[in-house]
């Protein structure tokens, strides 16, 4: 079992910068590819970015390519994301996500294993 708490989260104006973290409570954190999503209200829970095991791969949503970077340190156990240049349209719930078992970076939540409570991210015009 792991357990995933994001933090970061907050209002910021657009065109401004926020950076998420996410602690994972795991000894095998560089076993996980990790993830993060985002969902806005009434809206689906969509992929942002994911990282390989290493951190040596690295995949986008063309919405927020060249925006946000995600990255990560094995040795904290923590995941981060990076968002700059934000947009209203950025505004949403982003939480981190673990995938176990595999090697690929997948765009589909139903991929990945454990969730982190999300945190709220506001952009505001």
């Known amino acids: 079992q792991v357990q995933l708490v994001e933090s970061g989260g907050g209002l910021v104006q657009a065109g401004g910068s926020l950076r998420l973290s996410c602690a994972a409570s795991?000894?095998?954190?560089?076993?996980?590819?990790m993830g993060w999503f985002r969902q806005a209200p009434g809206k689906e829970r969509e992929f942002v970015a994911g990282?390989?095991?290493?951190?040596?791969?690295?995949y986008y949503s063309d919405s927020v390519k060249g925006r946000f970077t995600i990255s990560r340190d094995n040795a904290k156990n923590t995941v981060y994301l990076q968002m700059n240049s934000l947009k209203p349209e950025d505004t949403a719930v982003y939480s981190c996500?673990?995938?176990?078992?595999?090697?690929?970076?997948?765009?589909?939540?139903?991929?990945?294993?454990?969730w982190g409570q999300g945190t709220q991210v506001t952009v505001s015009s």
């Open positions: 996500a673990a995938r176990a078992n595999s090697v690929n970076i997948a765009t589909r939540a139903r991929d990945y294993d454990y």
């Open positions: 795991t000894r095998t954190f560089s076993g996980y590819v």
């Open positions: 990282i390989s095991r290493r951190g040596g791969s690295t």
